[in-house]
Structures are given as C-alpha cells and as structure tokens.
C-alpha cells in the first residue's frame, strides 16, 4: 500500500497504515490490559517503519537504476547510511530539545498527538458512533472508482479521456491527514509544473532542479538557525 501510494502520488501514508494497524492489534488486545496502549504504539510503529523503509528503498533504487549505479554498491550505501544516520539523527534531536521545546510552540509534533490519542481510542473509550459504516461505505467507494480507472487505462473512448481526472482514494487521504499548509503548497507546486511542462512545454529538469535547491536550502537554513540558537546569537527566529 505505501509504494502503490508512493509511486502514484509521491507520498507515502505512513501515517494511515499504521493507524489501520492500530485498529487491528486493538481487536486482539483486551482493553483491561495495563499495557494495551504500550503495544498498540509499538504494533504501529512497527507497521509505519517498515512501509516507511519501503518507500525510501523504492525511491533510491530507482534512483539508482536511473543513473546506472550497481546494486550492490546501492547496498553498502544503505548500510552505511543507516549507521551513520541513526547516530546523527540522535545527536541531531538531541540538539533540538536542548535549544527548543518539543513539543512546544514552534515544533508541536501534531503526529505524536495522534499516535497516543488513537492507542487511547481503540483501546479504551471506542470510534465514535456509526464510524464503522462509514469507513465501510468510504471503502466501497474507492473500490468502484479504482476499479473505474483500471478499466479506463485499458480502453478507449471517453472512459480513457476521464480516468486520470478519477480520484484515487490514497490521494484523498493523504489530503486529509496532511495539514493545510502543506497540502496547499503542494498544490501550488504541482501548478507551477504543470504550467512549465504541459503550458509551456518545456523541460522539466530546472523544476526538479529548483524543487531540490528549495528542499536543500531550508534544511541548511534550519540548521544554521539551530546552531545560531544553540550559541544564543540574536537573530531571526
């Protein structure tokens, strides 16, 4: 589910997988356990690692396969990477708390609110009334519209013209677990490809180019705001 979803919307909805798999464990695990909260946000965090891990390997071996780089040496790189950057993400966060308050004002780790409040849910109060037919008929939905666009890829006529214009109900869901702002500049993103490619119909390496250069430059950015915090430098926060 999260390379299907990866490879069609460029997301991965970890989030909701490992909320379904929270739903799941809290069927087998009595509510009257002391733990039942405890083991529903290790099931989840398993699920949500594991999809996560299979997204990234999705995407760097693609990469890889792009630029004609061997397998093998893709590996050592992931084991390498997967060394070193368990010891500076530590190192990082530990840097993060120390200067900032997390979760505070500026970094609220809204997901982590989601996480315990829904081990709470399934494990002790219960889904609010009628969620389940409503989850139930949300999933028929997308059934039918996914299987409309399956066909539509394989015939003709105006079922062809409409089938990409057919939401797809991961894409749905990613919209509705995102926050506004990024959502929002996503769609602003998505706009300005299109108007280069498909309007202007130019190339699309100085979008993918520009795209990186504003990902690399706000995480330069954030650090060097960290490090300038950290040393009590005034400075724009």
């Known amino acids: 589910m999260g390379v299907r979803a990866l490879g069609e919307t460029d997301l991965n909805p970890v989030s909701g997988i490992s909320k379904l798999t929270q739903l799941a464990f809290a069927l087998f695990t009595p509510a009257s356990n002391p733990n039942a909260v405890i083991i529903n946000l290790v099931a989840g965090a ?6 996560l891990q299979a997204g990234d390997l999705l995407q760097d071996l693609k990469t890889g396969h792009l630029l004609g780089a061997a397998p093998k040496a893709q590996f050592w790189g992931q084991m390498i990477g997967s060394a070193v ?18 979760p505070g004002d500026m970094f609220q780790v809204p997901t982590g609110y989601v996480w315990i409040f829904t081990a709470r849910l399934v494990t002790g109060q219960g889904l609010p009334p009628m969620v389940g037919w409503w989850a139930l008929g949300a999933g028929l939905l997308f059934v039918v ?6 066909a539509a890829k394989e015939r003709g006529g105006l079922l ?4 990409p214009y057919i939401p797809g109900g991961i894409a749905v869901a990613v919209g509705m677990y995102n926050v506004p702002s990024f959502t929002l500049a996503r769609t602003i993103g998505g706009l300005l490809n299109w108007y280069w490619c498909s309007y202007r119909k130019e190339s699309e390496t100085p979008i993918i180019i520009l795209a990186s250069g504003l990902i ?18 005034p400075h724009l926060k």
């Open 145 to 150: 519209l996914t299987a409309v666009r399956i």
């Open 85 to 102: 950057g368990a010891v500076v993400s530590a190192m990082v966060y530990k840097l993060y708390t120390h200067v900032y308050q997390v």
């Open 46 to 51: 398993v699920s949500e690692s594991g999809a």
């Open 216 to 233: 690399l430059g706000e995480g330069l950015f954030s650090i060097v705001n960290l490090v300038l915090a950290s040393l009590h430098v």
């Open 160 to 163: 062809k013209m409409i089938g």
